[in-house]
T-cell receptor, first 110, second 114 residues
Framework: DTEVTQTPKHLVMGMTNKKSLKCEQH?????MYWYKQKAKKPPELMFV???????INESVPSRFSPECPNSSLLNLHLHALQPEDSALYLC?????????FGSGTRLTVV | GNSVTQMEGPVTLSEEAFLTINCTYT??????LFWYVQYPGEGLQLLLK?????DKGSNKGFEATYRKETTSFHLEKGSVQVSDSAVYFC?????????????FGTGTSLTVIP
């Protein structure tokens, strides 16, 4: 298995909703990442988990809450989002340098 | 510090034209270099990579050579196809105080017309 799987692929949520994005990999990678990407822009790093511990939080608002239940899973819990949070959310994992990206969750906040 | 500077787009080419997308980098130590491609509505796919100086990465007719003397990793393809239309990101993986971290260029949008 050489993939990073993200679900759901598309999500529409209201500003008062609570939802979660899920990311899964079975490559034995011990670093996992959440990125946010706006159209035709490079991905922006949000969070880094290394060996299931949060190692980097790039000053992301608290309405985004990451969770790493085990070495294969990474979640991103969403609450009280704003319309400007609409974007493609990408998960990635790495072992030694190169990243493998998931296909992303396209999030629309209405 | 670590950073990637990438050729501004958008780029529009006719089918079978030659493609070059320039990428230069600054880095501490010895980074690994990557090109990622993003097709419309999709995530990022690794196109090719090089891990040390003078390495050449290649895939699907695309090539890039890690040039330490010019700190460059330009992407080339001899004959582009309509299906190559996508956004291309140059990236490096470099050491920081908190471990390896990825740095992306701004992306170059390529449109190939028949």
């Amino acid at each position: 298995d050489t993939e990073v799987t993200q679900t759901p692929k598309h999500l529409v949520m209201g500003m008062t909703n609570k939802k979660s994005l899920k990311c899964e990999q079975h490559m034995g990678h011990r670093a996992m990442y959440w990125y946010k990407q706006k159209a035709k822009k490079p991905p922006e790093l949000m969070f880094v988990y290394s060996y299931e511990k949060l190692s980097i939080n790039e000053s992301v608002p608290s309405r985004f809450s990451p969770e790493c239940p085990n070495s294969s899973l990474l979640n991103l819990h969403l609450h009280a989002l704003q319309p400007e949070d609409s974007a493609l959310y990408l998960c990635a994992s790495s072992l030694s340098g190169g990243y493998t990206f998931g296909s992303g969750t396209r999030l629309t906040v209405v | 510090g670590n950073s990637v500077t990438q050729m501004e787009g958008p780029v529009t080419l006719s089918e079978e034209a030659f493609l070059t997308i320039n990428c230069t980098y600054t880095a501490t130590g010895y980074p690994s270099l990557f090109w990622y491609v993003q097709y419309p509505g999709e995530g990022l796919q690794l196109l090719l990579k090089a891990t040390k100086a003078d390495d050449k990465g290649s895939n699907k007719g695309f090539e890039a050579t890690y040039r330490k003397e010019t700190t460059s990793f330009h992407l080339e393809k001899g004959s582009v196809q309509v299906s190559d239309s996508a956004v291309y990101f140059c990236a490096l993986s470099g050491r920081t105080n908190t471990g390896n971290q990825f740095y992306f260029g701004t992306g170059t949008s390529l449109t190939v017309i028949p």
